[in-house]
């Protein structure tokens, strides 16, 4: 593998892409120290933080795969109040995170999206306007995402969570509320109305071939993505593909397959955010770690209240801290540094692919 080669190369066949997921030992860490390099060239060592609110586990989708699934009756519901997530948006702008991802099971009502609305503009009033809001609150119409940026949110992260339609029909009912084309239609409203975008993947969903994998990522660059997050497949019990958990790959081919999904977004998509997702921590305690070194330049401490972070369990083994974030994040730096890689307070971390696209469209315009 030639470093110099890979990060300049721009146009990638898909069987190139397979190449690279396929890589396996040496070849493999030869694969992570690439990517690695090719962050440090097109998007500095610098790790930015999202303090991720969890709004509620309110749903109206009964996605197969997804433990707050509408039908799922073991889960208790919450909301948080205004002032739970004030107080947890003004934690992460005292802690100098600079930015916040506000995330909920998805519902689409006047009421939720005038709720989304306050709280957006009541964030930007106390922290003049200086938090970052990054938003992933499903599927909505294009005025609600239109309302929700004019007020200052900046960012959405929509995954596709596979590109593939067959598969994507295979974890979905098959009803009006989950359709592949409406989700696609959300993520390019999202573009145009000037958010940066981000999307992303499960990886190591039943019958997911490696070249499924391989167009996702060939769909990220088609689709001009600024942002990715996308982490392993994680059986929840009480969903019904709790069924297909001896189709999977292991836990650990599950892990090592999405550092390389990393590490290849990163070397193909070269200067977007790439957050390195929670769900890896689930399966290894230092699994946030792992995905920084192989490419990501994203963490999101989770910052929601005690109250309701037990309940929003997608996911089996979901971390869940009884000790301090910020002591955390400070025994997390100490490991991310062996690797190069510094966390970054104070600064939102925007996408400079964003920055890029909107440069590249300014030339065509003129
Ligand atoms: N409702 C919002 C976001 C909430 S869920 C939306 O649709 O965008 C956030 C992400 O958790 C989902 O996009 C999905 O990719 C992931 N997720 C859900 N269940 C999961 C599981 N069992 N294993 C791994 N990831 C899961």
């Given at each position: 593998?030639?470093?110099?080669?890979l990060?300049?190369?721009?146009e990638?066949?898909s069987e190139?892409?397979?190449?690279?997921?396929?890589?396996?030992?040496d070849?493999?860490?030869?694969?992570?120290?690439i990517?690695?390099e090719?962050?440090?060239?097109?998007?500095?060592?610098?790790?930015?933080?999202?303090?991720?609110?969890?709004?509620?586990?309110?749903?109206?989708?009964?996605?197969f795969?997804?433990g707050?699934?509408?039908?799922?009756?073991?889960v208790?519901?919450?909301?948080?109040s205004?002032?739970?997530?004030?107080?947890?948006a003004?934690?992460?702008?005292?802690?100098?995170?600079a930015?916040?991802?506000?995330?909920?099971?998805?519902?689409e009502?006047?009421s939720f999206?005038?709720k989304?609305?306050?709280?957006v503009?009541?964030?930007?009033?106390?922290?003049?306007?200086?938090l970052?809001?990054?938003?992933?609150?499903g599927?909505?119409?294009?005025?609600?995402?239109?309302?929700?940026?004019?007020l200052?949110?900046?960012?959405?992260?929509l995954?596709?969570?596979?590109?593939n339609?067959?598969?994507?029909s295979?974890?979905?009912?098959?009803?009006?509320?989950?359709r592949f084309?409406r989700r696609?239609?959300?993520?390019?409203?999202?573009?145009?109305?000037?958010y940066?975008?981000?999307?992303?993947v499960?990886?190591?969903?039943?019958?997911?071939?490696?070249?499924d994998?391989a167009?996702?990522?060939?769909?990220?660059l088609?689709?001009d993505?600024?942002?990715?997050?996308?982490?392993?497949?994680?059986?929840?019990?009480?969903t019904?593909?709790?069924?297909?958990?001896n189709?999977?790959?292991?836990?650990?081919d599950?892990?090592?397959?999405?550092?390389?999904?990393?590490?290849?977004?990163?070397i193909v998509?070269?200067?977007?955010?790439?957050?390195?997702?929670?769900?890896?921590?689930?399966?290894?305690?230092?699994?946030?770690?792992?995905g920084i070194a192989?490419?990501?330049?994203v963490?999101?401490?989770?910052?929601?209240p005690?109250?309701a972070?037990?309940?929003?369990y997608?996911?089996?083994?979901k971390?869940?801290f009884?000790?301090?974030?910020?002591?955390?994040?400070?025994?997390?730096?100490?490991?991310?540094?062996?690797?190069g890689?510094e966390i970054?307070?104070?600064?939102?971390?925007?996408?400079?692919?964003?920055a890029?696209r909107?440069n590249?469209?300014?030339?065509?315009?003129?």
């Open positions: 593998m030639n470093y110099q080669y990060r300049d190369k721009r990638w066949s190139e892409i397979v190449s690279l997921l396929a890589s396996e030992g070849t493999m860490q030869q694969l992570f120290d990517a690695s090719v962050k440090f060239h097109y998007a500095g060592n610098k790790v930015y933080l999202r303090g991720l609110i969890e709004y509620s586990n309110i749903c109206a989708k009964d996605c795969y997804c707050i699934r509408k039908s799922n009756q073991e208790r519901r919450y909301v948080l205004e002032e739970e997530v004030l107080n947890a003004r934690f992460a702008y005292e802690q100098n995170y930015s916040i991802v506000i995330q909920a099971g998805e519902l009502s006047p999206t005038r989304i609305s306050q709280l503009r009541k964030i930007k009033d106390f922290s003049n306007g200086e970052g809001i990054t938003l992933s609150l599927e909505q119409k294009k005025e609600t995402f239109r309302e929700w940026f004019e200052g949110a900046h960012r959405y992260l995954r596709i969570e596979s590109t339609p067959i598969l994507f295979a974890i979905h009912p098959d009803t009006s509320l989950h084309d696609l239609q959300a993520l390019s409203d999202l573009k145009e109305i000037g940066q975008t981000g999307t992303g499960m990886i190591g969903l039943p019958g997911q071939k490696i070249e994998l167009s996702d990522i060939q769909f990220f088609d689709f993505i600024d942002m990715i997050g996308m982490g392993p497949y994680l059986e929840h019990e009480h019904p593909m709790f069924a297909q958990r189709e999977l790959i292991s836990m650990a599950r892990f090592e397959l999405t550092l390389k999904m990393i590490a290849v977004c990163r998509l070269k200067d977007i955010n790439i957050a390195s997702a929670t769900a890896l921590q689930a399966i290894h305690p230092e699994g946030r770690e792992h192989a490419g990501a330049n963490i999101m401490p989770n910052i929601t005690d109250r972070k037990a309940n929003y997608l996911y089996e083994n971390p869940m009884k000790e301090g974030v910020q002591k955390h994040l400070i025994e997390l730096n100490r490991r991310l540094v062996a690797s890689n970054a307070y104070g600064t939102w971390g925007d996408s400079l692919h964003f890029q909107l590249s469209k300014r030339a065509n315009n003129d």
